[in-house]
T-cell receptor, first 114, second 108 residues
Framework: DAGVIQSPRHEVTEMGQEVTLRCKPI?????LFWYRQTMMRGLELLIYFNNNVPIDDSGMPEDRFSAKMPNASFSTLKIQPSEPRDSAVYFC????????????FGSGTRLTVV | LAKTTQPISMDSYEGQEVNITCSHN???????ITWYQQFPSQGPRFIIQ???TKVTNEVASLFIPADRKSSTLSLPRVSLSDTAVYYC?????????FGRGTSLIVHP
């Protein structure tokens, strides 16, 4: 298995533009998580899905952020409009059965909003 | 979700054994203890998981006392490539919540 695949690896955009981050979880995993990491706040859980259904989105910072999981092999995190304070590394992770076997993270997307 | 407390940073030298202790006083009966490692510019990587006593794999050992209020990750004979941030997570199925972790720096 190729692991959790995220794209793009790097994204530079101007303030006000829409940004879409993509994630392909490991085949067969039924949980998917989106995290954001910054120096100031560390790793923050934004939202997670179980069987493609959003379970908890309380970590999503505001309405500018939205996430979807249209099928078991694909998820997106969208920011519209983007702001400089959204600059961070965004990680996607997946797991089987809620995590008792560990979570597998992707390599992340480094987002810079100028 | 049980809160965890770890040292912010640790220093060691190549070839030494490193022990990182995590406190989790409010651990629940069904909670597992999981450790992750994160290198710069990479996502966290699962190292080891345990429920009680001792667990060992090819990378590390995890020691958990009988009261389970703490756990110790042991890295034998560290090398420069073990320089990373190490996170302790406690919980049952569901939300993995990361604290600030322990930044381990291994010196030549």
């Amino acid at each position: 298995d190729a692991g959790v695949i995220q794209s793009p690896r790097h994204e530079v955009t101007e303030m006000g533009q829409e940004v879409t981050l993509r994630c392909k979880p490991i085949s067969g995993h039924d949980y998917l998580f989106w995290y954001r990491q910054t120096m100031m706040r560390g790793l923050e859980l934004l939202i997670y899905f179980n069987n493609n259904v959003p379970i908890d989105d309380s970590g999503m910072p505001e309405d500018r952020f939205s996430a979807k999981m249209p099928n078991a092999s694909f998820s997106t995190l969208k920011i519209q409009p983007s702001e400089p304070r959204d600059s961070a590394v965004y990680f996607c992770a997946s797991s089987l059965g809620g995590g008792q076997f560990g979570y597998t993270f992707g390599s992340g997307t480094r987002l810079t909003v100028v | 979700l049980a809160k965890t407390t770890q040292p912010i940073s640790m220093d060691s030298y190549e070839g030494q054994e490193v022990n990182i202790t995590c406190s989790h006083n409010n651990i629940a009966t069904n909670d597992y203890i999981t450790w992750y490692q994160q290198f710069p510019s990479q996502g966290p990587r699962f190292i080891i998981q345990g429920y009680k006593t001792k667990v060992t794999n090819e990378v590390a050992s995890l020691f958990i006392p009988a009261d389970r209020k703490s756990s110790t990750l042991s890295l034998p004979r560290v090398s420069l490539s073990d320089t990373a941030v190490y996170y302790c997570l406690v919980g049952d199925r569901g939300i993995p919540t990361f604290g600030r972790g322990t930044s381990l720096i291994v010196h030549p």
